[in-house]
C-alpha cells in the first residue's frame, strides 16, 4: 500500500514522504491515527505544500543543528510534578511538558514529536532525554523531575 506520511514516523520518514507499507499498518494504524493520507495523484501534489510547511518549521541547517544542540547541553531543565510518597507521581511526564519545561529554562522551542525519552518518566529524580534536531545532529540533555 502506497501512502503519503503527514507526520513524522519513527523508522519510517518524515512529514510529505511516499513510502510503501503493508496494507493493515497503513489501513488499521497510519491512516485513522493521522499520520498518513492514502497516495493519488491529487494527493501527491500536496506533498509540496506539506514539505514547504516542514522546511519552515525545521532547523535550517547543520550549522544551526549544532549551536542550538550546544544550546541545549548547557541547561539545566527542571520540572515540577505532582507526587506523592516516595517521589512516586501522579501519571507520568509527557513529551509536551518536557518542550515545555525546556523553554521555561531559557531553552529553544522543540518539537515533541523528535523526543526521544529513556522509558515511561513515573518518579521524580534525573532522566537522560535525547532529541533528535538533523538526520546527523543529537542532542542530550538532563531532565530532573522535582517534586512540586
Known amino acids: 500500500?502506497?501512502?503519503?506520511?503527514?507526520?513524522?514516523?519513527?523508522?519510517?520518514?518524515?512529514?510529505?514522504d511516499i513510502v510503501e507499507v503493508k496494507n493493515g499498518y497503513g489501513r488499521?494504524?497510519?491512516?485513522?491515527?493521522?499520520?498518513?493520507i492514502a497516495w493519488t495523484k491529487g494527493a501527491e501534489k500536496q506533498v509540496t505544500v506539506i514539505k514547504r510547511?516542514?522546511?519552515?518549521?525545521?532547523i535550517r541547517d547543520l550549522g544551526h543543528a549544532n549551536e542550538v544542540k550546544d544550546q541545549l547541553e548547557g541547561l539545566k531543565v527542571s520540572l515540577k510534578a505532582r507526587a506523592g510518597d516516595g517521589g512516586?507521581?501522579?501519571?507520568?511526564v509527557t513529551p509536551a511538558?518536557?518542550?515545555?519545561?525546556?523553554k521555561a529554562a531559557g531553552g529553544p522551542?522543540?518539537?515533541?514529536r523528535?523526543?526521544?525519552?529513556?522509558?515511561?518518566?513515573k518518579s521524580t529524580g534525573s532522566y537522560p532525554v535525547r532529541i533528535k534536531?538533523?538526520?546527523e545532529v543529537t542532542a542530550k540533555f538532563d531532565l530532573n523531575v522535582v517534586q512540586g
Open 1 to 16: 500500500m502506497k501512502i503519503i506520511l503527514t507526520q513524522e514516523v519513527s523508522g519510517l520518514g518524515a512529514p510529505g
Open 28 to 36: 488499521n494504524y497510519l491512516l485513522p491515527q493521522g499520520f498518513a
Open 53 to 58: 510547511a516542514r522546511s519552515a518549521r525545521e
Open 88 to 92: 512516586r507521581l501522579f501519571g507520568s
Open 97 to 102: 511538558e518536557i518542550v515545555d519545561a525546556v
Open 109 to 112: 522551542v522543540l518539537d515533541r
Open 114 to 121: 523528535r523526543l526521544e525519552l529513556p522509558g515511561h518518566i
Open 133 to 135: 534536531l538533523h538526520p
